[in-house]
Protein backbone atom coordinates (compact mmCIF):
# COMPACT_ATOMS: atom_id res chain seq x y z
CA UNK A 1 0.00 0.00 0.00
CA UNK A 2 1.36 3.55 -1.08
CA UNK A 3 1.90 6.25 1.29
CA UNK A 4 -1.82 8.20 1.44
CA UNK A 5 -0.25 11.63 0.33
CA UNK A 6 0.17 10.21 -2.78
CA UNK A 7 -3.52 10.39 -3.21
CA UNK A 8 -3.50 13.38 -1.93
CA UNK A 9 -0.86 16.10 -2.41
CA UNK A 10 1.45 14.15 -4.76
CA UNK A 11 -1.35 12.70 -7.34
CA UNK A 12 0.31 14.15 -10.36
CA UNK A 13 3.58 12.48 -9.30
CA UNK A 14 2.02 9.43 -9.22
CA UNK A 15 0.18 8.98 -12.24
CA UNK A 16 3.66 9.80 -13.96
CA UNK A 17 5.44 6.78 -11.73
CA UNK A 18 2.94 4.44 -12.48
CA UNK A 19 2.46 5.20 -16.38
CA UNK A 20 6.00 3.54 -16.47
CA UNK A 21 4.48 0.80 -15.00
CA UNK A 22 1.81 0.23 -17.55
CA UNK A 23 -0.94 1.05 -14.74
CA UNK A 24 -4.42 2.73 -16.08
CA UNK A 25 -5.06 6.33 -14.63
CA UNK A 26 -8.64 5.47 -14.16
CA UNK A 27 -8.26 3.49 -10.68
CA UNK A 28 -5.43 6.19 -9.70
CA UNK A 29 -8.50 9.13 -10.37
CA UNK A 30 -11.02 7.32 -8.64
CA UNK A 31 -9.39 6.75 -5.44
CA UNK A 32 -7.80 10.65 -5.90
CA UNK A 33 -11.60 11.53 -5.88
CA UNK A 34 -12.28 9.10 -2.92
CA UNK A 35 -9.65 10.16 -0.89
CA UNK A 36 -10.62 14.33 -1.49
CA UNK A 37 -14.34 13.30 -0.39
CA UNK A 38 -13.41 11.26 2.71
CA UNK A 39 -11.14 14.47 3.92
CA UNK A 40 -14.34 16.45 2.98
CA UNK A 41 -16.16 13.77 4.80
CA UNK A 42 -14.09 14.28 7.74
CA UNK A 43 -14.36 17.32 8.21
CA UNK A 44 -18.08 17.90 7.43
CA UNK A 45 -18.70 15.23 10.38
CA UNK A 46 -16.03 16.52 12.44
CA UNK A 47 -17.67 20.14 12.40
CA UNK A 48 -21.16 18.78 13.27
CA UNK A 49 -19.82 16.81 15.68
CA UNK A 50 -18.45 19.61 17.58
CA UNK A 51 -21.47 21.27 17.06
CA UNK A 52 -23.11 18.63 18.98
CA UNK A 53 -20.67 19.01 21.82
CA UNK A 54 -21.21 22.63 21.90
CA UNK A 55 -25.06 22.33 21.76
CA UNK A 56 -25.15 19.76 24.20
CA UNK A 57 -23.36 22.06 27.13
CA UNK A 58 -25.65 24.42 26.05
CA UNK A 59 -28.59 22.52 27.03
CA UNK A 60 -27.20 21.57 30.15
CA UNK A 61 -26.61 25.27 31.45
CA UNK A 62 -30.17 25.53 29.89
CA UNK A 63 -31.83 22.56 32.37
CA UNK A 64 -29.72 23.80 35.20
CA UNK A 65 -31.21 27.22 34.58
CA UNK A 66 -34.79 26.05 33.93
CA UNK A 67 -35.59 25.35 37.39
CA UNK A 68 -35.76 29.35 37.73
CA UNK A 69 -36.33 30.19 34.12
CA UNK A 70 -39.79 28.66 32.33
CA UNK A 71 -38.47 29.58 29.12
CA UNK A 72 -34.91 27.95 29.72
CA UNK A 73 -36.94 24.60 29.27
CA UNK A 74 -38.15 25.58 26.35
CA UNK A 75 -35.28 26.76 24.58
CA UNK A 76 -33.64 23.85 25.77
CA UNK A 77 -36.56 21.28 24.13
CA UNK A 78 -36.53 22.96 21.47
CA UNK A 79 -32.23 22.72 21.02
CA UNK A 80 -32.84 18.95 22.06
CA UNK A 81 -35.02 18.55 19.17
CA UNK A 82 -32.60 20.16 16.70
CA UNK A 83 -29.72 18.14 18.71
CA UNK A 84 -31.63 14.86 17.58
CA UNK A 85 -31.89 15.87 13.53
CA UNK A 86 -27.96 17.02 13.92
CA UNK A 87 -27.56 13.56 14.96
CA UNK A 88 -28.73 11.70 12.29
CA UNK A 89 -27.54 13.81 9.98
CA UNK A 90 -24.45 12.41 11.34
CA UNK A 91 -25.29 9.24 11.08
CA UNK A 92 -26.55 9.49 7.47
CA UNK A 93 -22.58 11.05 6.84
CA UNK A 94 -20.78 8.61 8.78
CA UNK A 95 -22.51 5.56 6.69
CA UNK A 96 -21.95 7.51 3.75
CA UNK A 97 -17.96 7.99 4.98
CA UNK A 98 -18.39 3.74 5.83
CA UNK A 99 -18.86 3.22 2.02
CA UNK A 100 -16.38 5.62 0.83
CA UNK A 101 -13.54 4.25 3.41
CA UNK A 102 -14.26 0.44 2.26
CA UNK A 103 -13.82 1.19 -1.85
CA UNK A 104 -11.38 3.40 -1.00
CA UNK A 105 -9.07 0.91 1.10
CA UNK A 106 -10.08 -2.30 -1.34
CA UNK A 107 -8.85 -0.04 -4.87
CA UNK A 108 -5.82 1.60 -2.76
CA UNK A 109 -4.69 -2.06 -2.18
CA UNK A 110 -5.12 -2.49 -5.91
CA UNK A 111 -2.86 0.00 -6.81
CA UNK A 112 0.76 -1.14 -7.42
CA UNK A 113 4.15 -0.24 -5.89
CA UNK A 114 5.82 3.03 -7.49
CA UNK A 115 9.35 2.12 -9.17
CA UNK A 116 12.83 3.08 -7.62
CA UNK A 117 14.36 5.66 -9.34
CA UNK A 118 17.10 3.30 -10.46
CA UNK A 119 14.69 0.99 -11.84
CA UNK A 120 15.00 1.29 -16.22
CA UNK A 121 11.65 1.87 -17.95
CA UNK A 122 10.40 -0.45 -20.45
CA UNK A 123 7.37 -1.98 -21.41
CA UNK A 124 8.00 -5.95 -20.90
CA UNK A 125 10.51 -8.69 -20.56
CA UNK A 126 12.58 -7.51 -23.85
CA UNK A 127 13.36 -3.88 -21.97
CA UNK A 128 14.89 -5.75 -18.66
CA UNK A 129 18.96 -4.83 -18.46
CA UNK A 130 21.45 -7.48 -18.04
CA UNK A 131 23.84 -6.52 -15.37
CA UNK A 132 26.22 -9.93 -15.08
CA UNK A 133 26.35 -13.33 -16.34
CA UNK A 134 28.62 -16.13 -14.59
CA UNK A 135 29.57 -19.11 -15.45
CA UNK A 136 31.05 -21.22 -19.00
CA UNK A 137 27.93 -22.55 -20.58
CA UNK A 138 28.95 -25.84 -21.79
CA UNK A 139 29.05 -26.66 -25.53
CA UNK A 140 27.30 -30.15 -25.41
CA UNK A 141 28.71 -32.50 -28.00
CA UNK A 142 25.07 -33.97 -28.68
CA UNK A 143 21.63 -32.90 -29.38
CA UNK A 144 20.36 -31.96 -25.73
CA UNK A 145 17.21 -34.03 -23.96
CA UNK A 146 14.69 -31.84 -22.30
CA UNK A 147 14.75 -32.71 -18.18
CA UNK A 148 11.34 -34.12 -18.84
CA UNK A 149 12.91 -37.13 -21.23
CA UNK A 150 16.07 -37.43 -18.76
CA UNK A 151 13.85 -37.82 -15.99
CA UNK A 152 11.36 -40.08 -17.09
CA UNK A 153 14.18 -42.37 -18.93
CA UNK A 154 16.54 -42.40 -15.29
CA UNK A 155 13.02 -43.29 -13.63
CA UNK A 156 12.98 -39.93 -11.45
CA UNK A 157 10.07 -38.10 -12.17
CA UNK A 158 6.75 -39.68 -12.67
CA UNK A 159 4.50 -37.48 -14.78
CA UNK A 160 1.53 -39.42 -15.91
CA UNK A 161 0.48 -40.75 -12.06
CA UNK A 162 1.08 -37.74 -10.74
CA UNK A 163 -1.69 -36.83 -13.66
CA UNK A 164 -3.81 -39.74 -12.89
CA UNK A 165 -3.75 -38.37 -9.01
CA UNK A 166 -4.28 -34.63 -9.14
CA UNK A 167 -4.56 -33.54 -12.83
CA UNK A 168 -2.19 -31.75 -15.08
CA UNK A 169 0.92 -29.18 -13.57
CA UNK A 170 1.47 -31.65 -10.45
CA UNK A 171 4.68 -34.19 -10.61
CA UNK A 172 5.92 -37.10 -9.02
CA UNK A 173 9.38 -37.64 -7.73
CA UNK A 174 10.67 -41.19 -7.10
CA UNK A 175 13.58 -42.65 -5.99
CA UNK A 176 17.13 -40.86 -6.51
CA UNK A 177 14.67 -38.12 -7.96
CA UNK A 178 13.02 -37.38 -4.45
CA UNK A 179 16.49 -37.53 -2.62
CA UNK A 180 18.00 -34.88 -5.17
CA UNK A 181 15.23 -32.78 -4.66
CA UNK A 182 15.26 -33.18 -0.53
CA UNK A 183 19.23 -32.30 -0.51
CA UNK A 184 18.72 -29.27 -2.98
CA UNK A 185 16.27 -28.26 -0.53
CA UNK A 186 19.26 -29.16 2.38
CA UNK A 187 21.86 -27.55 0.89
CA UNK A 188 20.05 -24.32 0.23
CA UNK A 189 18.88 -24.12 3.85
CA UNK A 190 22.80 -24.95 5.11
CA UNK A 191 23.89 -22.39 3.20
CA UNK A 192 21.66 -19.66 3.68
CA UNK A 193 21.84 -20.12 7.24
CA UNK A 194 25.04 -21.24 8.01
CA UNK A 195 27.35 -18.34 5.86
CA UNK A 196 24.51 -16.08 5.44
CA UNK A 197 22.87 -15.11 8.79
CA UNK A 198 19.33 -15.91 8.07
CA UNK A 199 17.29 -18.01 10.43
CA UNK A 200 15.26 -20.99 9.45
CA UNK A 201 11.75 -21.11 9.93
CA UNK A 202 9.18 -23.37 9.30
CA UNK A 203 6.11 -21.79 8.82
CA UNK A 204 2.35 -22.46 8.42
CA UNK A 205 1.29 -23.39 4.54
CA UNK A 206 -1.72 -22.13 5.21
CA UNK A 207 -2.93 -18.84 6.10
CA UNK A 208 -5.47 -16.11 6.85
CA UNK A 209 -6.48 -13.08 4.45
CA UNK A 210 -5.08 -10.76 6.29
CA UNK A 211 -1.65 -12.43 5.83
CA UNK A 212 -2.10 -12.33 2.09
CA UNK A 213 -3.38 -8.59 1.74
CA UNK A 214 -0.47 -7.56 3.84
CA UNK A 215 1.76 -8.69 1.51
CA UNK A 216 -0.32 -7.82 -1.58
CA UNK A 217 -1.62 -11.04 -3.29
CA UNK A 218 -4.59 -9.90 -2.14
CA UNK A 219 -7.24 -8.65 -3.53
CA UNK A 220 -5.84 -8.34 -6.75
CA UNK A 221 -4.49 -11.74 -7.58
CA UNK A 222 -7.34 -13.87 -5.84
CA UNK A 223 -7.85 -15.69 -9.16
CA UNK A 224 -4.39 -17.52 -8.13
CA UNK A 225 -4.41 -18.96 -5.30
CA UNK A 226 -6.17 -21.87 -3.96
CA UNK A 227 -8.61 -20.99 -0.97
CA UNK A 228 -9.73 -23.74 1.47
CA UNK A 229 -13.31 -23.49 3.47
CA UNK A 230 -14.20 -25.26 6.04
CA UNK A 231 -17.49 -24.42 8.01
CA UNK A 232 -16.80 -20.11 8.56
CA UNK A 233 -12.95 -20.77 8.86
CA UNK A 234 -11.33 -19.45 5.26
CA UNK A 235 -7.39 -20.07 4.53
CA UNK A 236 -5.13 -20.05 1.58
CA UNK A 237 -2.27 -22.12 0.68
CA UNK A 238 0.35 -20.36 0.49
CA UNK A 239 1.99 -19.13 -3.22
CA UNK A 240 5.44 -18.65 -1.56
CA UNK A 241 6.69 -18.69 2.33
CA UNK A 242 7.37 -14.73 1.53
CA UNK A 243 3.36 -15.00 3.12
CA UNK A 244 4.55 -16.11 6.35
CA UNK A 245 7.71 -15.09 6.80
CA UNK A 246 6.77 -11.45 5.87
CA UNK A 247 3.77 -11.34 8.20
CA UNK A 248 6.27 -12.52 11.14
CA UNK A 249 6.26 -9.23 12.27
CA UNK A 250 2.99 -8.11 11.11
CA UNK A 251 1.52 -5.50 13.82
CA UNK A 252 4.74 -5.18 15.71
CA UNK A 253 6.80 -2.27 16.32
CA UNK A 254 10.53 -3.65 16.54
CA UNK A 255 13.67 -1.89 17.54
CA UNK A 256 16.06 -0.96 16.25
CA UNK A 257 18.54 -4.06 17.27
CA UNK A 258 15.88 -6.08 16.11
CA UNK A 259 16.86 -5.60 12.29
CA UNK A 260 17.92 -6.76 10.08
CA UNK A 261 15.90 -9.83 10.24
CA UNK A 262 16.68 -12.36 8.21
CA UNK A 263 14.40 -15.55 7.62
CA UNK A 264 14.69 -18.50 5.72
CA UNK A 265 12.48 -21.24 4.98
CA UNK A 266 11.36 -24.46 2.92
CA UNK A 267 7.84 -24.80 1.72
CA UNK A 268 5.76 -26.62 -0.84
CA UNK A 269 3.94 -23.71 -2.99
CA UNK A 270 0.70 -23.58 -4.37
CA UNK A 271 -0.40 -21.37 -7.26
CA UNK A 272 -3.29 -22.03 -9.90
CA UNK A 273 -1.26 -20.44 -12.38
CA UNK A 274 -4.49 -18.39 -13.80
CA UNK A 275 -4.01 -16.85 -17.15
CA UNK A 276 -1.08 -18.92 -17.94
CA UNK A 277 -2.44 -21.91 -19.84
CA UNK A 278 0.03 -22.94 -22.76
CA UNK A 279 3.27 -21.56 -20.88
CA UNK A 280 5.17 -24.81 -19.98
CA UNK A 281 2.42 -26.87 -19.67
CA UNK A 282 5.42 -29.57 -20.15
CA UNK A 283 7.05 -30.69 -17.58
CA UNK A 284 8.97 -28.79 -13.79
CA UNK A 285 8.65 -25.46 -15.21
CA UNK A 286 5.47 -24.43 -14.17
CA UNK A 287 3.31 -26.64 -11.71
CA UNK A 288 0.56 -25.61 -9.47
CA UNK A 289 2.33 -27.34 -6.26
CA UNK A 290 6.36 -26.85 -6.31
CA UNK A 291 9.10 -26.28 -3.65
CA UNK A 292 11.07 -23.24 -3.01
CA UNK A 293 13.34 -22.02 -0.40
CA UNK A 294 12.82 -18.49 0.42
CA UNK A 295 14.58 -15.19 1.51
CA UNK A 296 12.93 -12.69 3.10
CA UNK A 297 14.19 -9.44 4.91
CA UNK A 298 13.01 -6.94 7.18
CA UNK A 299 14.94 -3.76 7.62
CA UNK A 300 15.37 -0.16 8.43
CA UNK A 301 14.29 1.71 5.53
CA UNK A 302 17.83 3.42 4.73
CA UNK A 303 19.60 0.07 4.38
CA UNK A 304 16.82 -1.54 1.65
CA UNK A 305 18.72 -1.01 -1.41
CA UNK A 306 22.23 -2.37 -0.13
CA UNK A 307 19.98 -4.52 1.51
CA UNK A 308 18.89 -6.05 -2.17
CA UNK A 309 22.06 -6.10 -3.26
CA UNK A 310 23.42 -8.65 -0.56
CA UNK A 311 20.47 -11.04 -1.05
CA UNK A 312 20.76 -10.96 -4.90
CA UNK A 313 24.33 -11.99 -4.29
CA UNK A 314 23.09 -14.69 -1.55
CA UNK A 315 20.84 -16.27 -4.21
CA UNK A 316 23.76 -16.19 -6.74
CA UNK A 317 25.69 -17.93 -4.53
CA UNK A 318 23.88 -21.20 -4.64
CA UNK A 319 23.90 -21.16 -8.43
CA UNK A 320 27.83 -20.55 -8.17
CA UNK A 321 28.06 -23.38 -5.80
CA UNK A 322 26.13 -25.51 -7.86
CA UNK A 323 27.88 -24.83 -11.39
CA UNK A 324 25.25 -23.35 -13.03
CA UNK A 325 26.01 -20.83 -15.69
CA UNK A 326 23.30 -17.61 -15.20
CA UNK A 327 22.61 -14.10 -15.69
CA UNK A 328 21.37 -11.26 -13.49
CA UNK A 329 18.60 -8.96 -15.06
CA UNK A 330 17.57 -5.95 -13.43
CA UNK A 331 13.73 -5.57 -14.38
CA UNK A 332 12.50 -2.61 -16.11
CA UNK A 333 9.09 -1.50 -15.22
CA UNK A 334 6.83 -2.76 -17.09
CA UNK A 335 8.39 -6.65 -16.00
CA UNK A 336 8.64 -5.55 -12.17
CA UNK A 337 5.94 -7.68 -9.67
CA UNK A 338 2.94 -5.63 -8.30
CA UNK A 339 4.68 -5.14 -4.91
CA UNK A 340 8.57 -4.25 -5.88
CA UNK A 341 9.92 -1.07 -6.09
CA UNK A 342 13.41 -3.03 -7.77
CA UNK A 343 13.89 -6.77 -9.01
CA UNK A 344 16.57 -8.29 -9.97
CA UNK A 345 15.87 -11.63 -11.64
CA UNK A 346 17.94 -14.89 -11.90
CA UNK A 347 18.11 -16.92 -14.68
CA UNK A 348 19.51 -20.13 -15.43
CA UNK A 349 21.06 -21.97 -18.49
CA UNK A 350 19.01 -24.37 -19.70
CA UNK A 351 20.09 -26.51 -22.69
CA UNK A 352 17.64 -28.03 -24.21
CA UNK A 353 15.76 -24.11 -24.97
CA UNK A 354 19.21 -22.63 -25.63
CA UNK A 355 17.86 -19.96 -23.55
CA UNK A 356 17.90 -18.30 -20.18
CA UNK A 357 15.07 -18.92 -17.46
CA UNK A 358 14.25 -17.68 -14.20
CA UNK A 359 15.18 -19.11 -10.73
CA UNK A 360 14.84 -16.19 -8.44
CA UNK A 361 13.49 -12.82 -8.49
CA UNK A 362 15.13 -10.75 -5.54
CA UNK A 363 13.05 -7.52 -4.80
CA UNK A 364 13.01 -4.54 -2.56
CA UNK A 365 9.17 -3.66 -2.06
CA UNK A 366 10.57 -0.53 0.04
CA UNK A 367 7.49 0.75 2.89
CA UNK A 368 4.60 -1.15 0.54
CA UNK A 369 4.01 -4.63 2.40
CA UNK A 370 4.96 -2.60 5.39
CA UNK A 371 1.98 -0.51 5.34
CA UNK A 372 -0.02 -3.08 4.54
CA UNK A 373 0.93 -5.57 7.26
CA UNK A 374 1.67 -2.42 9.93
CA UNK A 375 5.52 -3.61 10.75
CA UNK A 376 7.03 -0.98 11.85
CA UNK A 377 10.45 -0.01 13.91
CA UNK A 378 11.81 2.77 16.45
CA UNK A 379 15.43 3.91 15.13
CA UNK A 380 16.07 4.95 18.16
CA UNK A 381 14.59 4.52 22.04
CA UNK A 382 11.01 6.54 22.21
CA UNK A 383 11.08 7.52 18.37
CA UNK A 384 8.57 7.83 16.50
CA UNK A 385 7.90 4.42 14.90
CA UNK A 386 8.60 4.18 11.23
CA UNK A 387 7.61 2.08 8.71
CA UNK A 388 10.37 -0.42 7.81
CA UNK A 389 11.53 -1.87 4.81
CA UNK A 390 10.66 -5.51 3.28
CA UNK A 391 12.60 -7.74 0.90
CA UNK A 392 12.05 -11.35 -0.60
CA UNK A 393 13.77 -13.72 -3.18
CA UNK A 394 13.79 -16.94 -4.12
CA UNK A 395 17.18 -19.13 -3.03
CA UNK A 396 16.36 -20.95 -5.01
CA UNK A 397 13.21 -22.42 -6.68
CA UNK A 398 14.03 -26.11 -5.72
CA UNK A 399 11.93 -27.84 -8.94
CA UNK A 400 13.76 -25.37 -11.70
CA UNK A 401 16.96 -26.08 -10.05
CA UNK A 402 16.27 -29.79 -10.13
CA UNK A 403 15.55 -29.11 -14.11
CA UNK A 404 18.94 -27.08 -14.56
CA UNK A 405 21.22 -29.60 -13.04
CA UNK A 406 19.68 -32.35 -15.00
CA UNK A 407 19.96 -30.45 -18.37
CA UNK A 408 23.33 -28.93 -18.25
CA UNK A 409 24.92 -32.00 -16.06
CA UNK A 410 23.70 -35.02 -18.76
CA UNK A 411 25.98 -36.62 -20.50
CA UNK A 412 25.35 -38.36 -24.11
CA UNK A 413 24.01 -41.73 -22.70
CA UNK A 414 21.43 -39.92 -20.04
CA UNK A 415 23.37 -39.80 -16.90
CA UNK A 416 23.36 -37.04 -15.26
CA UNK A 417 26.72 -35.78 -13.12
CA UNK A 418 25.99 -34.27 -9.60
CA UNK A 419 27.31 -31.06 -8.74
CA UNK A 420 30.45 -31.99 -6.19
CA UNK A 421 28.74 -29.14 -3.26
CA UNK A 422 25.76 -32.01 -3.38
CA UNK A 423 27.78 -34.94 -2.83
CA UNK A 424 27.83 -35.12 1.02
CA UNK A 425 24.21 -35.20 0.96
CA UNK A 426 23.71 -37.82 -1.76
CA UNK A 427 26.49 -40.23 -1.33
CA UNK A 428 25.77 -44.02 -0.16
CA UNK A 429 22.11 -42.99 -1.20
CA UNK A 430 19.85 -45.59 -3.20
CA UNK A 431 19.88 -44.50 -6.65
CA UNK A 432 23.31 -42.79 -6.88
CA UNK A 433 26.87 -44.46 -8.12
CA UNK A 434 30.18 -43.21 -7.58
CA UNK A 435 32.35 -43.29 -10.99
CA UNK A 436 36.46 -41.69 -9.96
CA UNK A 437 35.65 -38.53 -8.46
CA UNK A 438 32.21 -37.47 -9.67
CA UNK A 439 28.82 -39.09 -8.49
CA UNK A 440 25.86 -39.71 -11.09
CA UNK A 441 22.38 -40.77 -11.47
CA UNK A 442 22.82 -43.91 -14.04
CA UNK A 443 20.83 -44.74 -16.63
CA UNK A 444 19.42 -48.46 -16.08
CA UNK A 445 20.92 -50.92 -18.71
Avoid at 89 to 102: A, C, P
Avoid at 347 to 373: H, L, M
Avoid at 412 to 439: C, E, M, S
Wanted: proline residues 4%.
Amino acid sequence: MLDPKYFQDEIVLLKEALKKRGSSEEILTQVAYLSQKRRELIQQVEGLKAQRNSASQEIAKLKAKAKTDPTAAQEAESQVISMRALGDQIKVLDEEMRQIENEYQDLSLRIPNIPHSSVPQGQGSDDNVEVRRWGQIQELKFEPKDHVAIAESLGIVDFERAGRMSGARFSLYRGAGARLERALIQFMLDLHTQEHGYEEVIPPFMVNRASLVGTGQLPKFEEDLFKTQVADRELFLIPTSEVPLTNLYREEILESHELPAKFTAYSPCFRSEAGSYGKDTRGLIRLHQFQKVELVKIVQAEHSFDELESMTREAEKVLQRLELPYRVLALCTGDMGFTAAKTYDLEVWIPSQKTYREISSCSNCGDFQARRAQIRYRSEPQAKPRFAHTLNGSGLAVGRTFVAILENFQDQDGNVRIPRVLHRYLQGAPGFTIQGDDLYIMKKA
